[in-house]
Structure formats: structure tokens, C-alpha cells
């Protein structure tokens, strides 16, 4: 590659195409437009892109061929807008139509739409409702549509008390309807938008255990072998492996249940930047279904089928495989990535086609968005497709810094590799990271050389003792107890980490645009260190972007002294923190601390930060 080439964006047709669609459906987020506005403009586009696609110019240079790209990703844009407009469009007879301001007590039934989350004290279903009737009285049930959350608590000093209830089933619930939580503080979670993104469009909190009633299985056969599957693994977990942390832990990352994992144990991955292993995706895809891939060859070969029907057998066989496990597991976005990742990837060996990495994520990217267009919100959306993208194009520039004969040992080379990686994909989370949660941290670029191995003998050993319990017993329990001691190696290293390893962390809200805008194009002239001219280009950019960043407070005039109050939720009554204009903080009150909660820790940390 020439020092100074330019990109050839056209190499990268499904990133555009992602990009695009992301742009439509922001587009549809900030502005307030009818769908038909949108319909309107994607048919105009589509039609003069075919009017300039079809003139026929003599001239050497034309600007028909970019005028005509042009209108294409503004189809595609409107596009994005259309499905964004469509998702959150709520017909006639719509549950959040039904939400009541009163205590009165309804009854609802419904199908269960996802895996039920069961914790010791709480019970969590979505529900797709299809009728609705008041408990006070005999009249006939109204028919609804819509999806809601229902909750079940157990009373206080009690265990939860609960028919069991499966994905697929429908019930009879009777309790309160209400509308979704608002962000009760500046700085807190907001539940009801992310609810939202779900869609999901009201809460409802079930009276108690009775009201929970079961009425028939409504499972299709690929919902029922769902069920059983992750019934059958929980059961071969609780048999085979000796420890309840290694049970958990397990249960996590097999299933992408963290629920029963205790909280300061996920605090712990948290602060040493290590969550990412705890969420279904590239390493656990890569060791279910690449290795499933490479074992088929061998054995379908035996058939002499020819390479070409041998490699489309395995390849099916190896992605139905995966796209079980990817139900299994939850199908996540980070698992879902992954799979249509690696489904292009097998689909590439069989066809003899080889593909961008870049160009894979935008196909990804572009499922996910079609399926559920909120996805381009959320925090786990962004961390994936962030982390993954900035391993591509960075890793290759810390690589150049790497001498070439420290990569003569195939051990040093696995360490350097994995740091190199690590590197890349913490910086390439940092802005994510630090404008949702105000904390990153640098711990996992060392720790990832440990606890990736760890995480891998962990799944391997479970998946063995998976396979293993249907051939004996005696070897699920080795394996099973293999799986433990490594989990138990990867949760010691994770709480030394934690100790030890804290100071290396930035913590740091940054929610100011220029903020953003200067570390993202830093990273991205990082990228392009080869090519001087755009390098350069995008580090004044973001020169540009801390210049403007610091000259903000004096154009709004923040610089001068003034008196700050601001109240705060604390549950029972509010928090006051008075910022005098001498620069001194006052804190009145910090809410309620108690062996359940601590409102000081949960909500007036967040905001001090």
C-alpha cells in the first residue's frame, strides 16, 4: 500500500449500507415525521437514481455515478427511517392505550415472548398480550396487542412462590398495568427507554404467586427444543460441576445468564474490564462452531462425497449448529454478531470468496438493525460493533510497533498478539464506555493475556462435559470439575485484578459531543497512520474539537460564579448538593443505606462523578 493512498470505500459496500441505515434510523429518533414523509422521500431518491442511472454521458468525467451513489444511500437512509417509524408505531387497541393511573387490579393474557428471568426473590416475564378484562367485574375480555413486562416479588422475608413458566407458554396474569418507568435522576439508569428499545410499552406488577396462572404450552417444535436444551444444560451443571461460583459462572457463559451470578462478582469483571467475558459472543461462537466445523471435515470426508458437497454439508450442519446455540444462548447482540459473522466466514470457505472483515460487520449490522432498529441505542450494540471494529483497523498499526524478533517464539507471539488485540479493542470502547458509565478500564489489556485462556478452558471443559454426559457420568464429572477449577482460576484472577490493578481505570463522565467527536476521530487518524494526508487531517480535527471543547464555558459564560442547588431522588426524600460559587460542594443528606440498598453509592456517586 502507497504511504498516502486513499480509502476505497467501495470495498466496504455493507459498511455503507450499515451506516446508512444507522443514519435513517437516528434520523427517525430526532426528528418527529410521519412515516409517509420518509416513504416519499426513498421513492423520490430510487427514482432519480434509475433517471441518472439511465443518461447516457459522453463526457470523461460525469457526475451522474456520484450523484447516483448519492441517492442510493439516501434510499437507504430513508429506509432505515421507514423501519425506525414502523417500530415504534402503535396500531388501535394498543396495550398502552390500556394504562390505568389507578390501583384497580386487572387480568391479562398473554404468551410468554422470551426466557423467564427467575432470582430468588423476583420473577421477570415479557408477555405479548392479546386480551384484557377489569377483575371487578364480568363483563367480556377487550382484545389488545402489545408486549409488557410483568414482575412477581416475593413478599419480604419470604422465598419466591411460583408456578414454573417457560418460554412459550401462555398465562393468566392478574395485577396493575401502569406505563414505563421514567429516569427518576439525571444521571441514573433510564429503564423505561431501554424497555422501550425492547418493545416493550407498560410494566405490570403481578399481585402475588396465585395470580400467576399457567393456562397451555404454545411452543413451536424449534421453541420446545430450545426449552430443553437450556433445561438440559442447567440440570448437567448442577450435576457435574462442584462449585455453586462455578455453577454460575458456567451458567453465564454458556447460556448468557448472569442473573444468579452475585453482583460484586460482576462489579468485579466490571472494574477490571474484563464484562466482556461474560457476554455471549466471538470467543464462545468461535469454539462451538469453528471447532465443530474443523472435526466435520475429517468425519464427512470418509463418505467420499466430492470437496465441493463435503464442504456445503459441513458448512450446514456447523451453522445450524450455531444457530441453535445462538437461541440457546439467548441471541444477544454480541452472540447474534458473531454468528453472521462466521456464518459469511464458512459461506466464504465453501464458495471460495474472501471477505473484508469490516464488510462482514456491516452485514451484521445490517441484520440486527432490520430485525429490531433500537438496537443501534444500546449499550451492547455499540460495545460490540465498536470493540470488533476498532480490532480490525487498529491492531495492525500497534502490530508495526512490535519488534519482528519478539514474534520468532510462538508463545511470545500468542502474548503479544493478545495484548496487541486487547489494546485495540479498549480503545476503541473508551468513548462508549466513558459517555454511558463514566468508568473504563485499562486493567484487561494485561489481564486479558490470563483470563482469555482461563475463559476458553472454562467453555471447552463444559462443553465436553455437555457432550460427555451422554456417553458417561463418570466423564461429565471430570470435566465438569475441570470446568470448575478453571473458573474458579478466572474468578481469582478477576478479584486480584481488581484489587491490585485498580489505579489503571479512567473515571470520567464524557457526554459532551465535541468530547466524543475528538477522541473518536484521534482513534480513527490512529488508524490511518499510513496514509499521512488523512491522518493528519483527522488529528486537526480533533485538535480542532478540544479547541472548540475549551472555549465552550466562556462563550455560555459557565466561567462566572454562581450558586449550583440540585435535588436529588433518594427514595424516601431528597438529596441537596449545594456548589457555592467559592468552589466549595455541600452534600445534605445521602438517602437510605440498608442490608437491600444504598442510595448513596447507587444514585448520588453517579452524579458527583
Given amino acids: 500500500m502507497r504511504p498516502d493512498s486513499t480509502i476505497h470505500w467501495n470495498t466496504y459496500p455493507a459498511l455503507l449500507v450499515a451506516g446508512c441505515l444507522g443514519a435513517g434510523v437516528l434520523a427517525a429518533h430526532l426528528l418527529v415525521a410521519p412515516m409517509w414523509v420518509w416513504i416519499t422521500l426513498g421513492a423520490i431518491s430510487i427514482g432519480l437514481g434509475m433517471w441518472f442511472q439511465s443518461r447516457d454521458s459522453r463526457r470523461l468525467i460525469s457526475p451522474f455515478p456520484l450523484v447516483t451513489t448519492l441517492l442510493i444511500g439516501a434510499a437507504v437512509v430513508s429506509a432505515g427511517a421507514v423501519r425506525m417509524a414502523s417500530f415504534e408505531a402503535t396500531p388501535a387497541g394498543h396495550i398502552s392505550s390500556h394504562v390505568l393511573e389507578s390501583d384497580t387490579d386487572i387480568r391479562i393474557e398473554g404468551r410468554i415472548a422470551d426466557h423467564p428471568v427467575v432470582r430468588p426473590r423476583q420473577l421477570r416475564m415479557i408477555v405479548d398480550v392479546d386480551s384484557l378484562a377489569p377483575t371487578a367485574s364480568e363483563g367480556p375480555s377487550i382484545s389488545v396487542s402489545g408486549r409488557i413486562q410483568a414482575t412477581l416479588w416475593a413478599p419480604w ?16 396474569l392478574t395485577g396493575r398495568l401502569e406505563g414505563l418507568p421514567r429516569r427518576r435522576n439525571p444521571a441514573d439508569f433510564d429503564y423505561g427507554r431501554f424497555l422501550a428499545r425492547q418493545g416493550v410499552h407498560a410494566v405490570f406488577t403481578v399481585r402475588d404467586s396465585a395470580a400467576v396462572m399457567v393456562l397451555r404450552s404454545e411452543r413451536s417444535t424449534l421453541e420446545d427444543l430450545i426449552v430443553r436444551l437450556r ?22 457463559l454458556l447460556l448468557g445468564d448472569r442473573t444468579l451470578l452475585d453482583s460484586e462478582v460482576q462489579e468485579q469483571f466490571r472494574r477490571t474490564g474484563l464484562m466482556h467475558l461474560l457476554a455471549v459472543s466471538g470467543l464462545h461462537v468461535l469454539l462451538v462452531g469453528m471447532v465443530i466445523f474443523q472435526l466435520l471435515g475429517p468425519l464427512l470426508r470418509r463418505f467420499r462425497l466430492g470437496w465441493y458437497f463435503t464442504e456445503l454439508a459441513r458448512a450446514s450442519l456447523t451453522l445450524t449448529l450455531l444457530g441453535v446455540y445462538m437461541l440457546v444462548a439467548g441471541a444477544s447482540v454480541s452472540v447474534v454478531r458473531a454468528v453472521v459473522m462466521a456464518a459469511l466466514l464458512i459461506g466464504g470457505i465453501v464458495l471460495q470468496r474472501s471477505s473484508h472483515t469490516l464488510n462482514t460487520l456491516g452485514v451484521a449490522a445490517v441484520v440486527l438493525l432490520l430485525m429490531r432498529p433500537t438496537q443501534l441505542f444500546d449499550v451492547g450494540f455499540q460495545l460490540s460493533f465498536a470493540a470488533v471494529a476498532a480490532i480490525v483497523v487498529l491492531q495492525p498499526r500497534f502490530r508495526e510497533f ?17 495484548v496487541v488485540v486487547s489494546f485495540g479493542a479498549v480503545l476503541g470502547t473508551l468513548p462508549v464506555l466513558l459517555y454511558h458509565f463514566g468508568y473504563a478500564s485499562l486493567a484487561g489489556i494485561v489481564l486479558n493475556v490470563i483470563a482469555i485462556p482461563l475463559t476458553a478452558g472454562t467453555l471447552l471443559a463444559g462443553l465436553i462435559c455437555l457432550f460427555g454426559s451422554i456417553i458417561s457420568a463418570s466423564l461429565a464429572g471430570a470435566f465438569g470439575t475441570t470446568a470448575d477449577l478453571f473458573a474458579g482460576l478466572l474468578l481469582t484472577t478477576t478479584a486480584l485484578g481488581d484489587r491490585w490493578m485498580s489505579v489503571l481505570s479512567v473515571e470520567r463522565f464524557v457526554t459532551s459531543l465535541p468530547a466524543i467527536a475528538a477522541i473518536t476521530l484521534a482513534l480513527v487518524a490512529l488508524a490511518q497512520w499510513p ?13 480542532g474539537c478540544v479547541v472548540l471543547l475549551t472555549w465552550m464555558p466562556v462563550v455560555q459564560g459557565n466561567l462566572s460564579p454562581k450558586l449550583d442547588l440540585v435535588f436529588l431522588d433518594v427514595g424516601h426524600g431528597d438529596a441537596v448538593v449545594l456548589k457555592m460559587p467559592s468552589g466549595q460542594t455541600v452534600l445534605v443528606d445521602a438517602g437510605e443505606r440498608n442490608q437491600f440498598v444504598d442510595r448513596g453509592r447507587r444514585t448520588l456517586l453517579p452524579h458527583l462523578q
Avoid at 402 to 418: A, F, K, S
Wanted: charged share 25%; proline share 6%.
Fill in 157 to 172: 422475608g419470604d422465598s419466591l412462590r411460583a408456578p414454573e413458566v417457560l418460554h412459550g407458554d401462555r398465562v393468566q
Fill in 531 to 543: 496514509r499521512p494526508r488523512n491522518r493528519w487531517r483527522l488529528a486537526l480535527g480533533s485538535v
Fill in 402 to 418: 512490535v519488534p519482528q524478533h519478539w514474534m520468532e517464539r510462538t508463545w511470545i507471539r500468542g502474548i503479544l498478539l493478545n
Fill in 231 to 252: 433445561s438440559y444444560v442447567r440440570h448437567e451443571i448442577e450435576t457435574s460441576v462442584p462449585s455453586e461460583n462455578g455453577q454460575m459462572l458456567l451458567t453465564a
